[in-house]
């Protein structure tokens, strides 16, 4: 096994600056009326937002592919979670 895999300087600086551009950007469309796609675009840039820190922050970018396993694991789950919730509150009455 080689060693821990140094990333420079210059790319966590590139995605903390594209980190704020999505936190820049998700203000500027929180002003905007865009109707229902106001969530769906929130939640868009939040996912990229989402997958940058995965990436680089936690290194799964450069881990072996058991860690790749293990965080798309993570997110069917989430996926999983999310989609039943929603198939019970779509059942329920609002009266």
């Known amino acids: 096994m080689?060693?821990?895999?140094?990333v420079p300087l210059r790319i966590y600086?590139?995605?903390?600056g594209a980190l704020l551009a999505g936190t820049a950007l998700t203000v500027?469309?929180?002003?905007?009326?865009?109707?229902p796609l106001?969530?769906?675009?929130?939640?868009t840039i939040a996912g990229i937002k989402a997958l940058l820190v995965v990436l680089f922050f936690m290194h799964v970018k450069y881990s072996s592919r058991l860690t790749w396993v293990f965080a798309a694991s993570g997110i069917l789950w989430l996926a999983l979670m999310i989609g039943l919730t929603m198939a019970d509150f779509d059942t329920r009455s609002l009266s």
């Not at 600086?13 to 903390?16: G, P, T």
């Open 2 to 6: 080689t060693g821990p895999h140094v």
């Open 13 to 16: 600086l590139a995605i903390f």
């Open 28 to 35: 500027a469309i929180a002003f905007q009326d865009l109707g």
């Open 38 to 43: 106001n969530t769906v675009a929130a939640m």
